[in-house]
Protein backbone atom coordinates (compact mmCIF):
# COMPACT_ATOMS: atom_id res chain seq x y z
CA UNK A 1 0.00 0.00 0.00
CA UNK A 2 1.33 3.46 -1.03
CA UNK A 3 2.15 5.57 1.56
CA UNK A 4 -0.07 9.02 1.99
CA UNK A 5 1.44 12.27 0.31
CA UNK A 6 1.95 13.71 4.00
CA UNK A 7 4.22 11.07 4.91
CA UNK A 8 6.35 11.19 1.72
CA UNK A 9 9.79 12.26 2.88
CA UNK A 10 12.59 13.96 0.58
CA UNK A 11 15.47 12.14 2.67
CA UNK A 12 17.46 11.85 -0.50
CA UNK A 13 19.92 14.61 -2.20
CA UNK A 14 21.11 15.76 -5.24
CA UNK A 15 23.91 17.76 -5.94
CA UNK A 16 25.32 19.88 -8.61
CA UNK A 17 27.25 22.62 -9.83
CA UNK A 18 26.55 26.19 -11.59
CA UNK A 19 28.45 28.60 -12.88
CA UNK A 20 27.98 31.94 -11.16
CA UNK A 21 25.29 32.82 -14.35
CA UNK A 22 23.22 29.83 -14.63
CA UNK A 23 22.94 30.28 -10.67
CA UNK A 24 22.09 34.29 -10.88
CA UNK A 25 19.55 33.32 -13.74
CA UNK A 26 18.08 30.48 -11.59
CA UNK A 27 17.63 32.22 -8.45
CA UNK A 28 16.24 35.75 -10.20
CA UNK A 29 13.86 33.73 -12.76
CA UNK A 30 12.45 31.69 -9.34
CA UNK A 31 12.36 34.93 -7.35
CA UNK A 32 10.19 36.56 -9.83
CA UNK A 33 7.94 33.84 -10.45
CA UNK A 34 7.70 33.32 -6.58
CA UNK A 35 8.87 29.63 -6.79
CA UNK A 36 11.47 27.76 -4.69
CA UNK A 37 14.66 26.55 -6.47
CA UNK A 38 14.30 22.85 -5.50
CA UNK A 39 10.50 22.46 -6.33
CA UNK A 40 10.94 24.34 -10.42
CA UNK A 41 14.34 22.16 -10.21
CA UNK A 42 12.37 18.50 -9.23
CA UNK A 43 9.64 19.51 -11.72
CA UNK A 44 11.83 20.35 -14.62
CA UNK A 45 14.25 16.90 -14.06
CA UNK A 46 10.71 14.55 -14.00
CA UNK A 47 9.10 16.67 -16.34
CA UNK A 48 11.42 16.11 -18.86
CA UNK A 49 12.12 12.08 -17.33
CA UNK A 50 8.10 11.53 -18.16
CA UNK A 51 8.49 12.91 -21.48
CA UNK A 52 11.28 10.73 -22.58
CA UNK A 53 9.31 7.80 -20.82
CA UNK A 54 6.26 8.43 -22.84
CA UNK A 55 8.19 9.07 -26.52
CA UNK A 56 10.29 5.51 -25.57
CA UNK A 57 7.41 3.37 -24.60
CA UNK A 58 6.13 0.99 -26.99
CA UNK A 59 2.85 1.57 -28.74
CA UNK A 60 0.46 -0.74 -29.79
CA UNK A 61 1.54 -0.74 -33.57
CA UNK A 62 5.20 -0.75 -32.79
Do not use: G, W
Amino acid sequence: MAEPKDKMIRNRRVEMNLTEMESQTLTQYCQKNNIQISDFIRRTVFKEIMTKQYEESPTLFD
